[in-house]
Nanobody, 118 residues
Framework: QVQLVESGGDWVQPGGSLRLSCAASGITYSRYNMAWYRQAPGKQRELVAAIRSAGSTNYAESVKGRYTISGDNAKSTVSLQMNSLKPEDTAVYYC????????????WGQGTQVTVSS
């Protein structure tokens, strides 16, 4: 059974930092591209950051320079360090795993709430 379990969501003031973690089980982690998405109320889910199985990363323009995604193959975890948080970063953040080769498989975590407000 595949599980992606997120943690680290919280309330933080603007300018603050949070670190999200996602622990994966039931998959061969090294064969998956991992990503973080977020969904704010009334908005579509959007890609925030991704790290491929080969290690390359990409970020949404809105978070470049503030967020850092990292993966740990030994622990089957992916983390998202979020700095200089803004109220517009408020959303439910979801961990995503997508197999990097056919047959494709995609999995989602249950989400963790990040609230940025004063």
């Amino acid at each position: 059974q595949v599980q992606l379990v997120e943690s680290g969501g919280d309330w933080v003031q603007p300018g603050g930092s949070l670190r999200l973690s996602c622990a994966a089980s039931g998959i061969t982690y090294s064969r998956y591209n991992m990503a973080w998405y977020r969904q704010a109320p009334g908005k579509q889910r959007e890609l925030v950051a991704a790290i491929r199985s080969a290690g390359s990363t990409n970020y949404a323009e809105s978070v470049k320079g503030r967020y850092t995604i990292s993966g740990d193959n030994a622990k089957s975890t992916v983390s998202l360090q979020m700095n200089s948080l803004k109220p517009e970063d408020t959303a439910v953040y979801y961990c995503n795993a997508q197999k990097s080769s056919v047959p494709l498989s995609i999995y989602w975590g249950q989400g963790t709430q990040v609230t940025v407000s004063s």
